[in-house]
């Protein structure tokens, strides 16, 4: 599916089945084919409003993927880059992607670092996190900031409710709900689980101030609101 090199649609029904984990390491050496990978519109979008804030020290990519996040952090950062992961198989690509970078197998809800980054960015993961396990990330981010330290990542806005996509992703959420009540191990991916003020509140409970800077150059809806924002939770 999605492309000749993508995963087959048998392939990506044994994933669903799967822990979220084990559905990762399975997806991985396909992953970049899918259009599950943040797209380099997005990526770029992301690093033009973060270069006038930096540079930037040491920068930390949570639950990194494949690697699609260092891209940016790259050019930012003056010093370590490091991703974390709790897939074996998605760290394993990121490592070949990018030899360079220092990559940790972790689960993010109690990352393991202290005052240790300037920059952290996260890509298209939070559907992964029920609202209840967002405290406890945050919370982590936070932690590995250093003092005035930026947690930074993109956060799309709501389709219209006369949209099709509206009813596809909710269409999909409910079907991941059946899908978690009658099978186990749950694989967690939803998409109306993190609206902005939501986990803007998250946020600034875990510590942070918070920010928010529209994402222009990846377009406007009908009513001239941004598709995308920036969320800049800085460490105070």
Excluded at 87 to 95: E, F, I, K, N, Y
Excluded at 202 to 211: E, H, I, K, Q
Aim: glycine content about 10%; overall charge neutral.
């Amino acid at each position: 599916m999605f492309s000749p090199q993508g995963p087959s649609l048998p392939e990506l029904v044994v994933q669903a089945l799967s822990s979220v984990e084990r559905g990762y390491d399975l997806l991985a050496p396909k992953f970049e084919h899918t259009p599950f990978r943040t797209p380099d519109s997005v990526l770029d979008a992301t690093a033009d409003a973060l270069r006038p804030l930096g540079p930037f020290g040491q920068g930390l990519d949570v639950c990194c993927g494949t690697g699609a996040g260092v891209r940016i952090l790259k050019p930012l950062c003056q010093g370590r880059i490091t991703g974390v992961d709790f897939s074996t198989g998605m760290l394993a690509q990121a490592r070949r992607a990018h030899p360079d970078a220092e990559w940790v197998q972790a689960d993010v809800r109690a990352l393991p670092f202290a005052e240790t980054f300037d920059l952290a960015v996260s890509f298209g993961a939070l559907g992964h996190f029920l609202p209840a396990e967002r405290p406890a990330l945050f919370a982590g981010v936070y932690r590995a900031l250093r003092p005035d330290g930026l947690f930074a990542f993109p956060i799309g806005a709501p389709p219209p409710i006369t949209s099709g996509q509206y009813w596809a992703l909710l269409g999909f959420d409910l079907a991941m709900q059946v899908r978690n009540a009658v099978w186990r191990p749950p694989f967690v991916m939803y998409y109306g689980t993190c609206p902005l003020h939501a986990v803007r509140d998250d946020l600034v409970a875990a510590g942070f101030s918070v920010t928010t800077v529209p994402l222009t150059a990846l377009g406007r809806r009908e009513d001239g609101s941004p598709r995308c924002r920036l969320v800049l939770a800085r460490r105070t």
